[in-house]
């Protein structure tokens, strides 16, 4: 039996692998994205994924909704 990860699991792995962080080497995702390199890096990041997005959106989404088409339908 195969057992699938949702949302959920991923959500709590990432709390925990945060709170660890936070714990082992007293490092906050908090107070690194409030400083002003922080937000020039998140500023930054987010440039670089609409600009990625805006190349790759439409052939991902086409290919998205092939793959939804070959799901079986749930009832």
Known sequence: MKKQGGFISWLILIIVGLALLKYFFNWSIFDAASSEKGQATISYLRDILNLTWKYI???????????????????
């Open 57 to 75: 959106g439409t052939p991902v989404m086409w290919l998205w909704d092939r793959v939804v088409e070959l799901l079986p339908a749930r009832s």
